[in-house]
């Protein structure tokens, strides 16, 4: 597990997002390197998960995100370009992200549902949401902060906000007077 490299300490992480499983789910016979069995996924996760308990971060900072929906038909031919075959399909990608909404359930984390995000926002076109038919494009990045924002808002509710004005909105004579400290006072 990378994330002990990552991070050592969690006293100054305000919110871990997690965001794996796209590659994870790759047909085994088919491409080998990338895929992660179904059941290992889900313990990754979970390690990911106490790894973050153990350095400090509790569950209401993390935010789990499920993978998103695989476009089959232009994931193959983005594939074929890199010299590639298709090993990338929409039922075995559902079930990664059934399992990663699942265990942060399990375990008491948020999660984003982006795989059924995806395809409720837009069921007759859910494939625009997607560059090349696994990468979000501009409006699957949207639907995403549209879901983050808000519970990476609530976790951070807390936090004194300081916010530095313009540099010719600046008091030369009070500088400290130029900082607002508190949103709700804009």
């Not at 088919?30 to 106490?50: F, K, S």
């Not at 499920?66 to 079930?95: I, M, Y």
Request: overall charge negative; charged content about 20%; hydrophobic content about 40%.
């Amino acid at each position: 597990m990378l994330l002990p490299q990552l991070m050592r300490r969690g006293d100054d992480v305000v919110v871990l997002i997690i965001f794996v499983g796209a590659n994870d789910a790759n047909e085994a016979t088919l491409c080998r390197q990338l895929h992660v069995p179904l059941d290992e996924y889900g313990n990754n996760l979970e390690e990911m998960i106490n790894y973050a308990k153990s350095i400090g971060i509790p569950p209401n900072r993390v935010i789990l995100i499920a993978p998103p929906p695989v476009d089959e038909a232009e994931w193959k031919v983005h594939s074929e370009k890199d010299g590639q075959c298709l090993s990338l399909f929409n039922p075995l990608t559902r079930t990664y992200a059934d399992r990663c909404c699942q265990v942060a359930s399990a375990n008491g984390v948020d999660c984003i549902p982006l795989f059924d995000l995806i395809q409720q926002a837009d069921p007759e076109n859910w494939q625009r949401h997607l560059s090349d038919g696994l990468h979000l494009s501009a409006s699957g990045s949207r639907l995403l902060f549209e879901a983050l924002e808000p519970l990476v808002t609530a976790k951070l509710h807390h936090l004194p906000v300081r916010i530095a004005p313009h540099w010719d909105e600046v008091d030369a004579e009070h500088p400290e007077n130029s900082i607002v400290l508190d949103a709700n006072e804009l």
